[in-house]
Structures are given as structure tokens and as C-alpha cells.
């Protein structure tokens, strides 16, 4: 039997790492979608099948990767998975087209899903399970920032490649002559590689700490599958996690289309802008939505995300350019609470096979695979305004939720009177 494991802030420093490029890959697609058309030449569902083909590898590898995890280790596994994003980021940034953007994401999105599975586990060992909670604060603060800062980076490239101003400057030079200069966009995808080799060397030369799994980190067995999948109580947090990551994925990936076709607002500044401040506004959230998860029971908390979130549709969709502008970012402010809300609502809402459960609604990801080719699909037959109305539905499903949810544990809330009435020392 292994010792204790010491804590170590080196791992712990690359598991946050980790998060930032796997944010910087993930959310990305957003911004791009209106490039996608006009460079490829396709419509609003061809454009949406690209991110689906990256969200629907959640669905096919998120439970495979925790079985592949515990028999090969951390280690192996995140460098495999970093393999997949660079060969990903390469094929395209190599041959950008259509076909072969589908198959990349593919490939990558496959390795992003795969890293979901690893890095938890890691991150509770390296740091110690006494910091387990704000070292997974700290990491999605970072996941967020790197979300927050890719439509910028993404700006950056496409405004300055090809002119006067990428002459003086290393990394764009370079860039000038490995990019196709009607795809400027594409040059993200060499910075991604970049990234993914930078993380495969950095892995390699790295020390893993053993990682001995908590009973609620394991894969599990087919049969503890099984078992879950005939409960009705796991489809429905199942189908709520579903909706949840389409109806923020559906929201990211087509608001700059949507503000530029509506609006007339330009994608590469104003459009991209928007997604950025979309997902700063879902990583401020969470620290609001901390302080409500300690004064309200999680449904209820739940029940007015939705409710904020459909307004800001609504006005998002049907409002004026300026109103639209705003409501569309701040649609990721209401959205911040939801997911840690769904997952913990679903792991206290069953005694056992918490790890299995954890599988399977990780797999509920490609959410943001089918939601926004929905999306895409009605907006070619019907507008993208009529598509975008289909976030009503998803809006709807997470909503009910916040109905119908009956944990076994509810979050621990203050209660203000007791406070109130304790005497002063």
C-alpha cells in the first residue's frame, strides 16, 4: 500500500493549466461559426454540424475515458489526449475545409473529453482533498478566463494577419505564411497546436503523483450502468444536463451570427466581443451564485437562473440592436449557476454508484453537440430567430428541474434567523 501522498504544487499548477487550454480549444467555436459560413460557403446547420461533431465525443467518450484512466493512469492518458488535440488542431490548420474541420473536431474534442475524466482525481490528490473545492473554484475561474480571453485572441489574428502591423512581429510573420490569407481564422488552429505540443512536453517531463480514486471517482462496472440507466430519476438529470450545455453552447455559438445578421454588428470586434463577455459574465456568476446556494435551497436558485436567463432570450431576440447586444451576454450570468447546480442535485439524489452517475452525466455533454445543429437546422428553413427560439425548450427542460428535483441531501443553507438570534460574545 502506497504512503501518504504529499501535496504537490507543481501538479496542481498543471492541472490548472490544463483547464485553461482545454478552455482555449473548447470555447472558441462561438466566435468562428459566422467565419465557418462564409469561408466554406454552407448553412446555418453545415456550420452548427462542426461544433457537434466536437460536443457529441463527450457522449462517445466520457465513460470509456474513466475506464481508460484507471488502467493505463493519469499520465498516459492526458498525454494521449493532448496527442488527439494536436493532430486535431493540425489536420485543419493543415487542410482547412469543410471535411476535414468535421474530423478534427472530432478528434479533439475526443481528447478534451477524455482530460474531463482525468484531471478531477488529479487535482484532489495533488492539492489535498482538505482544498479539493477551492482548488476546483480556482480551476473553473481559470477555465473561464481562458474562455473570456480566446475571442480576443481570436480578433487579434484575424484584424492584424496579412496587414502592415503582423511585419514587425514574430509570431504573426510566421503565421502570414502558414495561413491561407482568405482564412485568417484558421491561424487559431495553429495556435492550438502550439498549445497541445507545449502541454504533451510539459506532461512528459512531469512527476504524477499516484492517484488512489475515492469510491465516488471510480468508473465503475457496466452493471452499476446498467442499473442506473433503468432509474427514470437518471434519464431526467440526464436529459437536464442535456439541455442545459445546448442551451449554453446553442446561445455561444450563434449570438455573433445572429448579432450580425439581425444587427448588422461586425463578428471579427463587436460579434466576438459579445461571446467573450458571454462567458466572463458565466465565470463572474459563479461567485454570485456561491453566495445564493448559502441563503436558498439550490431549486429554488435554479428556478430563478431559468427564469432570468428565458427574460434575457427574449429580449436578446426580439429587442433592439442595443438591448440585444447586452442580453445576450447576460444570459451567461443566469447561466453560471446551473450546471454545478444540476450535478449536485443528481449525486444527492441516489445512494450509491456516484461514480457511474458522474460518467454518465458527463457524457450528457453532447448537449452541445445536438442543440445547436437544432438550432442551425431551423434557422435554414425558418430564420435564425425562429431557431434560436428553440432555447425556449431547452430553457424549459432545465427549469423543470428546479419542480420535480427531490435530493435525498439538500445544500446546506444559513439560516438568517438562527444568525440573527445568536447572542453576542
Known sequence: MPGPIPRNRYMVVIVFLTFFVMSLLTNILGPIVPDIISSFRVGLAAAAFLPFSFFIAYGVMSIPAGFMVERFGEKRVMIAAFVAGTAGSLGFALHPTYKVAVAS????????????TAINPLLRVAGGEEHFAFNSALAQLIFGSASFLSPYMYSYLVLNLGTTASRGDALLSILNRVTPPTLPWVSMYWIFALFTVAMIVILYFSHFPHVERAADEQAGSWYMYGSLFRKYLVWGFFFGVFAYVGSEQGTADWMSKFLSQYHGYDPHTTGAAAVSWFWGLLTAGCFIGMLLLKLFDSRYVLRGACFGALICLTMAAFGPARISLIAFPAIGL??????PILVSLGLNSVAEHH???GGILSSAIMGGAIVPLIIGRIGDHFGLRTGLAFLYLTFGCVLSVGFWAKPIINNAVISLKKAAAQPVS
Open 105 to 116: 473536431l472530432f478528434v479533439m474534442g475526443s481528447g478534451m473529453a477524455t482530460l474531463q
Open 334 to 339: 443566469f447561466a453560471s449557476v446551473m450546471w
Open 355 to 357: 461514480g457511474s452517475l
